[in-house]
């Protein structure tokens, strides 16, 4: 459970940094920040006429958006069932162990979420030219980084916490 109350909190940050990687990455007049035609009619020409960079930030959420909230009802049902199930639980302290998962999964997670974008907009310009795939990329990284950060953060902070000072308790 910690690990995706982890990832949940951690999405919005990977999120922000793929945007903010593409943008300073691309120019004014890349064809990534190109307009998806069923965003032109739904969001209507007020935001067709806004600067690309918000169009881009805009068609990311609209990729981003639903995903995360379904990711949020998922936890909230965890914590409901588990309370349900097994009553309260008592505070424990976090073994040294996660006590370095923590760390080691977040530096990961955000570095993957910025490898996947650049992978995966490298890889779409070689395998299709000229589409727009670059605010889908960068809504639906951050699901994938939280599943390819896990095994490497896992395998780090099994000697990250054989060196941490143990607890004083």
Do not use: C, K
Not at 58 to 76: A, E, K, R, T, W
Not at 120 to 148: H, K, S
């Amino acid at each position: 459970m910690t690990f995706l109350r982890q990832s949940a909190l951690l999405l919005p940050s990977a999120f922000l940094l793929g945007v903010l990687l593409f943008l300073l990455t691309h120019p004014h007049n890349d064809p990534g920040f190109g307009n998806y035609p069923f965003f032109d009619q739904w969001a209507g020409t007020r935001v067709a006429a806004a600067s690309p960079e918000l169009r881009f930030l805009l068609q990311s959420l609209l990729f981003f958006l639903p995903g995360y909230v379904v990711s949020l009802l998922f936890l909230f049902g965890i914590v409901l069932a588990e309370a349900a199930l097994f009553g309260r639980r008592e505070a424990r302290p976090l073994s040294r162990y996660a006590r370095a998962f923590g760390p080691a999964f977040a530096v990961l997670f955000l570095v993957a979420s910025a490898v996947i974008v650049f992978e995966g907009e490298r890889a779409a310009a070689r395998l299709a030219p000229g589409a727009l795939v670059a605010p889908v990329l960068v809504g639906l990284a951050p699901f994938a980084a939280a599943a390819l950060a896990a095994l490497p953060a896992a395998l780090l902070a099994a000697p990250l916490s054989a060196v941490q000072p143990r607890d004083p308790a």
